[in-house]
């Protein structure tokens, strides 16, 4: 089985600041990990996602997440937080033969 | 189509009716998801099918949920007896398989009300 735990379900941050969204995983296989953005009153689309090779992945709108395997972390960063950055984050695991698994979410508030 | 078609967008119903929510899946998309949103949540997912495996069922909340994909394309999902609490946003996903290292691909979502 596998499961994913987002900590913390609102991040706030000024404008500017660091962003960092939390996502720790749990799977019995080498898993896939994936990051999702939903903004306001629309679908969910893919900021990045981990597969194999290297760690250090890049997304859209200059997002980055690092695969630790040894800490089962995949958190989410993003140098300067933009008010556009507003909207709910999810952190999802896939791999083996089981469906993908979302954690429960992250809304991420951006303060001017 | 290019990508995860769903409809209607919004459905209004009264309370003790049933609706019915449609999902066109990417095609060639083995693997289709059905999550509900409500106000304020997270994603909950109602159901999960893949191929011609059964489908897992295991977070339809209740009975009088259900969901069907025929010919391994078009899915519905239908909600008996609406009740209030039913109203949130739908979401449909497909993916090329399980366990697969593509990402799954959303629909917009149908947004119900039930009055």
């Known amino acids: 089985a596998q499961s994913v735990t987002q900590l913390g379900s609102h991040v706030s941050v000024s404008e500017g600041a660091l962003v960092l969204l939390r996502c720790n995983y749990s799977?019995?296989?080498?898993?896939?990990l994936f990051w999702y953005v939903q903004y306001p009153n629309q679908g969910l689309q893919l900021l990045l996602k981990?597969?194999?090779?290297?760690?250090l992945v890049k997304g859209i709108n200059g997002f980055e997440a690092e695969f630790k395997k040894s800490e089962t972390s995949f958190h989410l960063t993003k140098p300067s937080a933009h008010m556009s950055d507003a909207a709910e984050y999810f952190c999802a695991v896939s791999g083996g033969y089981q469906k993908v698994t979302f954690g429960t979410g992250t809304k991420l508030q951006v303060i001017p | 189509g290019a990508g995860v078609s769903q409809s209607p967008s919004n459905k209004v119903t009264e309370k003790g009716k049933d609706v019915e929510l449609r999902c066109d899946p990417i095609?060639?998309?083995?693997?289709l998801y059905w999550y509900r949103q409500s106000l304020g949540q997270g994603l909950e997912f109602l159901i999960y099918?893949?191929?011609?495996?059964?489908?897992?069922k295991s977070g339809l909340p209740s009975d009088r949920f259900s969901a069907e994909r025929t010919g391994g394309s078009v899915s519905t999902l239908t909600i008996q007896r609406t009740q209030q609490e039913d109203s949130a946003v739908y979401l449909c996903?497909?993916?090329?398989?399980?366990?697969?290292?593509?990402?799954?691909?959303f629909g917009q979502g149908t947004r119900l009300t039930v009055v």
């Open positions: 996903a497909s993916s090329t398989r399980q366990g697969s290292n593509t990402e799954a691909f």
């Open positions: 099918f893949q191929g011609n495996s059964a489908p897992d």
């Open positions: 095609s060639g998309h083995t693997a």
């Open positions: 981990y597969t194999t090779g290297a760690t």
């Open positions: 799977s019995s296989v080498p898993p896939y």
